[in-house]
């Protein structure tokens, strides 16, 4: 096992040890250095969002003072789910290396696969999205792209 | 515009005019009640997952002290991007309102539909995902399975 993700591996461990959560550990590395390093802690925060890369990745962007994690690479112990995969590419990382797969997480309980699929339109939404179109928005919308002042991410 | 939609406008504009980030405010609603309004601040807190429905979901589960977020509803200025929609999903939570759509959010410079092309295989995907199996990831797993004393989410 390479050795950062032994580093993953052995955050997993902590947190599987201490009942924060899921089997889930991740490192960000950036030229060589360790900025990040985090376990899944949704049971322990009560925070649904709470796995081991976004807590990752908001770490190194703390570090770094940076939305941006160009340069960076992140290793996990397992295929991230389609939360930080998309929280991985606004954050620009350039490479993930990861342990166990989707299926292997399914196979403990972890229904990732089933928000792929929904996302795919391979399964049924349960959860409805309404859309409600209304010109204040638009309004909002253009305030922000037309301020010169504004920060793009 | 709905009473909790205005809501959610006043935040994101609120986000716009302190320049904290993009154009985006959520609250989230369980029997009347308003338990969490954020805007998004990936600019001020330099965290590219500081979107309003994540920041809304994490102040609504720390609210209730729950990583599940049953029987709520969420209003957001904008139709939830790959990430937020996976959180949504992981909350389990009710319902979801939104006013502008991806397109109106692709307009305004916000690539959420490359991240949902990728994912949907219609793009290749910029950064690399690397399956590096190992058995101690497999070991770690099974213990947190077999843990009778496991929390599930």
Redesign the interface.
């Given at each position: 096992?390479?050795h950062y993700?032994q580093m993953a591996?052995e955050e997993?461990?902590k947190g599987?040890n201490s009942?924060d959560?899921?089997?889930f550990g991740a490192v960000i590395i950036k030229d060589g250095e360790v900025i990040a390093s985090a376990h899944n802690e949704?049971?322990k925060?009560?925070?649904?969002?709470a796995h081991a890369e976004?807590l990752s990745?908001?770490k190194a962007?703390?570090y770094?003072?940076?939305?941006?994690?160009e340069g960076c690479t992140l290793y996990v112990?397992?295929?991230?789910?389609?939360?930080c995969?998309?929280?991985?590419?606004?954050?620009?990382?350039?490479?993930?290396?990861?342990?166990?797969?989707k299926n292997?997480?399914a196979?403990?309980?972890f229904d990732d696969q089933?928000?792929?699929e929904?996302?795919?339109g391979k399964k049924e939404d349960p959860?409805?999205?309404?859309?409600?179109?209304?010109e204040?928005?638009?309004v909002?919308?253009?305030?922000?792209?037309d301020?010169p002042?504004?920060?793009?991410?």
């Open positions: 096992m390479d993700m591996w997993a461990q599987v009942g959560g899921g089997p949704v049971v925060s009560n925070d649904p969002t976004m990745i908001r962007s703390a770094l003072k940076s939305f941006s994690l112990t397992g295929e991230p789910c389609p939360m995969f998309s929280a991985i590419h606004w954050a620009h990382i350039d490479k993930v290396y990861y342990c166990n797969t292997d997480a196979r403990i309980g089933f928000i792929t929904v996302i795919l959860i409805p999205f309404i859309h409600t179109p209304d204040q928005c638009n909002l919308f253009s305030q922000w792209y301020d002042k504004k920060t793009p991410y």
